[in-house]
């Protein structure tokens, strides 16, 4: 799939951005704080319904801009059909912007509430925000007609890699689980709705063993959020065991390319669920294993069990990469799953993910830049970013069209 | 720098603390107000007042009412053998609305949450429990009607064994109401359906 067109109105340092795309290889350069990542953070956002960086909405929101809303909007084809896909991001202006005028203090107003949150998607509403704070709302439209963001998450697939990435091996557990995530989600509306679900039982549940531990609940109260924990974990242990194996082969094959021994990902999930047993069996067993723990769990406070505690490993034999490998060999690890990420989510969606290159080049040595550019040669679209155009390889840069960007304009 | 009048700016900030109430409305609102009659904005300002004078909550169901017991529990039209327990009075509004409903309620005040620190006691479960108990027998059916979300689900995962030996049949609304949606918000169509295809509860 690709892009055939790009407008960003008031999102980050883009004013109004009109951006004409289509299939084939882009390549974004523009010095430092011109607006490459904001550009990048924009198409992920169509994936995924959330910012990768931003804490909150009203980062996004222009500064200074008079509407008070941010606003992406994207023709995206795919191979049954185009689709025109909109997010629409209103922050209300905070006490402290020094740039919100009188006029501008009173709009944006609150649409419908983002039911949501991107990742976070499927929650049940939360109550009413607190008065002081107006609460800021994500609107999302498919083909113009309102859609909740859950439904919308994986319509168009992004695999982004950025700097970022290549700590992936040695940076903490929750990077490894949150490249799990993004990936299922994109290539599964169920996993992302137990994901939500997920989050949210975790939270009422911690809050009870909490409550629990202070003699303010009893803990019989844990046996409902124990049924619904195990309920969600399973199928998220599940699918998560299945990308890991079908990411493996492709992984191990840039791996050997790039010179290495290979490489074996190994799911390390904090339960490990038999595939072969009926879901039913898999769900009680899981709970058994909960009920063993609740004493401790009640002393700490903490829900101990289930997926939020997986992690993943990279092996080469026998050698954990993220406690011997060298650091070439860590960035390498890296780099073949992120390339398993986009063979994966087209195998599952049948459909190539667009892929997002935002100024990785400059931080691979030569080989792993060649290797990683020849495998992207089949990809549909790919839009790369750089602060540095001498680093493309000719031939790369020869094939792509340039895009240059200045203070929030491109051209 | 002031440009506009604090008792505006007042009444604005007033108004957008409402649910639903965004600070556009609220301004709208507010200028709809200064430009309508005294008498108008009088008395929409005593009917404020008096609401919150005058309504207290009934002892029996606790729903909101300007008698005690309310309207409801005081009917002898209504089926005193089939209690609807619900979590707000908004939820008991939006039932009345379908017309298909004949017996008496029961509102909780809320759902169970640990995540805000709302426990058994802070809702109105003990009552609940006594209610059933002292009517000998009467209460044949208690409809477990808390919203489908995990808050409501295991409002009622809760209630159901503590009603369970004092011999009622537990029943929890069908399906069909969006999981994630609140009551209030539902059609009433779709609430109509849910009540006549309650089933029995096994949480
Ligand atoms: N809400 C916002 N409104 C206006 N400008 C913003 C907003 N958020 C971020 N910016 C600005 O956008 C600029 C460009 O950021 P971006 O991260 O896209 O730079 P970049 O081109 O990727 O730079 P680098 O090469 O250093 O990674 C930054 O200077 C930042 O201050
Ligand atoms: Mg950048
Ligand atoms: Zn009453």
Sequence with gaps: ?411 | MQTTAAAVTALIEEFAKLPGIGPKTAQRLTFFLLRSPADQTRRLADAIIRMKEQVITCSTCFNITETDPCPICASPQRDHGLICVVEEPLDVLAIEKTDTFRGVYHVLNGALSPMEGIGPKDLRIAELVARVQHSSGEVREVILATNPNYEGDYTAAYIAPLLRPLNVTLTRLARGLPLGGDLEYADEGTLSRALEGRRAFEG
């Design chain 1, 1 to 411: 799939m690709y892009l055939e067109s790009l407008d960003l109105t008031d999102f980050r340092n883009y004013e109004a951005l009109r951006l004409s795309l289509g299939a084939g290889r882009f390549i974004v350069a523009g010095d430092n704080a011109q607006g490459k990542s904001n550009l990048c953070e924009a198409i992920r956002m169509l994936a995924t319904m959330r910012s990768f960086r931003a804490g909150t909405d009203r980062e996004l929101v222009r500064w200074g801009s008079a509407g008070h809303f941010a606003r992406i909007a994207s023709d995206i084809a795919r191979v049954d059909g185009t689709l025109r896909l909109e997010i629409i991001i209103s922050a209300p202006p905070s006490a402290e912007d020094p740039l919100a005028s009188a006029a501008g203090l009173w709009a944006g107003e609150q649409g419908s509430r983002d039911e949501v949150g991107g990742m976070g998607a499927g929650l049940p509403p939360m109550p009413p925000a607190p008065p002081s704070r107006v609460a800021a709302g994500k609107r999302i439209k498919v083909n113009g007609a309102a859609r909740r963001a859950i439904d919308c998450v994986g319509l168009v697939t992004v695999v982004l890699f950025e700097p970022a990435d290549l700590d992936l091996v040695i940076g903490s557990p929750s990077g490894r689980r949150h490249f799990m995530d993004v990936t299922l989600c994109q290539i599964s509306r169920s996993y992302c709705r137990a994901l939500s679900h997920y989050q949210r039982v975790l939270t009422q549940r911690s809050a009870l063993l909490r409550r629990i531990r202070d003699n303010q609940d009893d803990p019989r109260a844990l046996d409902y959020w124990d049924g619904q924990l195990a309920a969600l974990a399973v199928p998220i242990i599940i699918e998560r065991a299945g990308l890991v194996t079908r990411c493996m082969p492709t992984a191990d094959q840039v791996a050997l390319k790039l010179g290495g021994r290979g490489l074996r990902l190994e799911y390390q999930p904090s339960y490990a669920v038999d595939a072969e047993l009926p879901p039913a069996t898999a769900v009680a067993a899981f709970t058994e294993k909960l009920a063993s723990l609740r004493r401790r769990e009640i002393a700490q406070g903490v829900n101990l069990l289930g997926p939020h505690r997986d992690d993943l490993a990279f092996m080469e034999g026998p050698v954990n990469l993220a406690v011997y490998g060298s650091r070439g060999q860590q960035r390498g690890a890296a780099l073949a799953l992120k390339l398993a990420e986009l063979e994966a989510i087209e195998i599952e969606t049948g459909d190539q993910p667009i892929l997002v290159l935002d100024d990785v080049l400059s931080e691979l040595d030569p080989t792993r830049r060649a290797a990683l550019l020849e495998s992207v040669g089949e990809i549909s679209q790919v839009i790369l970013t750089t602060a540095e155009p001498e680093s493309i390889p000719r031939a790369f840069a020869a094939s792509a069209r340039w895009l240059n960007v200045r203070d929030g304009e491109i051209g």
